[in-house]
């Protein structure tokens, strides 16, 4: 079963505005943590944003921020004032735990593309 | 952040032959690293999770005698393709872990077996 759900294969939004990448997540654990990276076609995973599942606040990192809705299970990325370097695959990763640790499993992604 | 380096970067090898690949935290001692495969235009799969010291756990559907892991030290694991075939071409990501909300990714390395 798919743990972490990102519904959008691709993303328009327009240079300066503001979009929403959708993560849903699927555990029945308490104890979670919700990352966003992005990948460039580089391929270099770059770390965004983390948000705890007992954490009371939304996490924000300067452009990014993430809509935590624990109750719905979802975990939305919101990029402010999007710049054209912006445009990259957007990937939704949960953390949880497992006997002797954890692990991280990733979504499908979304492609945004950042249009002038 | 953190420093995660991987070696090589690009290898192309024949059918038949094995391939190492080395994950190392520069700056960094890792408890966990893991080990990620993505296919063109897919995402990262999980292929296994390693504490130093420890056996690796795979994934299901991963086989641990043709993908062998050895995490030997607290900054480096390694990842063996044994026997590779064209198949196992792929993009393979490690990642290494301290904190639970920290999750540091190495730069990949392109396997291309011809």
């Known amino acids: 079963a798919q743990k972490i759900t990102q519904t959008q294969p691709g993303m328009f939004v327009q240079e300066k505005e503001a979009v929403t990448l959708d993560c849903t997540y699927d555990?029945?654990?308490?104890?979670?943590?919700l990352f966003w990276y992005k990948q460039p076609s580089s391929g270099e995973m770059i770390f965004l944003i983390y948000?705890?599942?007992?954490?009371?606040q939304n996490a924000t990192e300067g452009r990014y921020s993430l809509n935590f809705q624990k109750a719905r299970k979802s975990a939305n990325l919101v990029i402010s004032a999007s710049q054209l370097g912006d445009s990259a695959m957007y990937f939704c990763?949960?953390?949880?735990?497992?006997?002797?640790?954890?692990?991280?499993?990733f979504g499908a992604g979304t492609r945004l593309f950042v249009k002038a | 952040g953190a420093v995660v380096s991987q070696h090589p970067s690009r290898v192309i090898c024949k059918s038949g032959t094995s391939v190492k690949i080395e994950c190392r935290s520069l700056?960094?001692?890792?408890?966990?690293m893991f080990w990620y495969r993505q296919f063109p235009k897919q995402s990262l799969m999980l292929m296994a999770t390693s504490n130093e010291g420890s056996k690796a756990t795979y994934e299901q559907g991963v086989e641990k005698d043709k993908f062998l892991i050895n995490h030997a030290s607290l900054t480096l694991s390694t990842l063996t393709v044994t026997s590779a075939h064209p198949e196992d071409s792929s993009f393979y990501i490690c990642?290494?872990?301290?904190?639970?909300?920290?999750?540091?990714f190495g730069p990949g390395t392109r396997l291309t077996v011809l």
């Open positions: 990642s290494a872990s301290i904190r639970l909300d920290e999750q540091f």
């Open positions: 555990t029945s654990d308490p104890s979670y943590g």
């Open positions: 700056d960094f001692q890792a408890t966990t």
């Open positions: 948000q705890g599942s007992y954490d009371q």
């Open positions: 990763a949960m953390r949880e735990p497992i006997t002797g640790g954890f692990k991280t499993i």
